[in-house]
């Protein structure tokens, strides 16, 4: 039997590794330098940006901070990078998950909104970049700023080499299963309570954490 899975792609940010989590500590790092006390219901709002300009520029508007824009970005970029380099982990389930797909000759990549030299820090960090044979960032969109358009999923499977409805996505966030929804492939929701619902209506299956791909689910859902 042909399988009708033949690839899976991974969302990078609060999937593979605990970017969310650094981004709000971020947040309250960023307020906190300028005398304000960052509210984390508020963190919801944020995440309907894709560009991390717009993302500063709500802060300083929703908090009233007086500093330039431009600063304000470079100084909420260093403490992320900060963190980033010093307290990024990889996410319960993850190698695990990328050692059976590569056990079943599933092709991997991973297609997100962060910026590619994060993305290969990360991997080489944790000794994971033998498990991706693509990876699609920002710097490769031409035709938009990222998810929730489809461009990041369908130049992911025209690099693979997999035609979209023999792929399916795992995402974390809402605007990433309506983007692989979009592009015509599986999608597969894995949200973290924390940092949003933990429902989606478009999703093929929802689960609390990679670990629920169990071989039963990986096998039901490759071979259909």
């Known amino acids: 039997m042909n399988p009708k899975i033949k690839a899976v792609i991974f969302d990078f940010d609060g999937l593979l590794v605990n970017t969310e989590e650094l981004r709000l500590r971020s947040f309250h790092r960023l307020l906190k330098k300028h005398g304000k006390k960052f509210r984390s219901e508020d963190y919801i709002l944020t995440t309907r940006s894709v560009s991390p300009m717009n993302t500063t520029s709500f802060l300083k508007d929703k908090y009233q901070l007086a500093d330039d824009l431009e600063q304000l970005h470079e100084e909420r970029m260093q403490i992320f990078g900060d963190l980033f380099a010093s307290e990024l982990v990889l996410l319960k389930g993850a190698r695990e998950l990328l050692k059976r797909l590569d056990r079943m000759s599933i092709k991997r990549a991973i297609a997100s909104g962060r910026r590619r030299s994060y993305i290969t820090q990360a991997l080489d960090r944790f000794a994971l970049a033998d498990y991706f044979s693509v990876i699609v960032s920002p710097e490769d969109l031409m035709i938009s700023d990222g998810k929730p358009h489809p461009e990041v999923y369908l130049i992911t499977a ?52 990679m670990h629920e791909l169990t071989d039963e689910v990986l096998g039901k859902l490759i071979h259909g």
């Open 158 to 209: 025209e690099k693979l080499g997999v035609i979209p409805k023999n792929c399916v996505a795992l995402e974390d966030a809402p605007h990433g299963i309506e983007a692989a929804k979009a592009a015509g492939m599986k999608a597969i929701y894995i949200p973290d309570e924390r940092f949003g619902s933990t429902y989606h209506e478009q999703a093929d299956l929802i689960l609390k954490g």
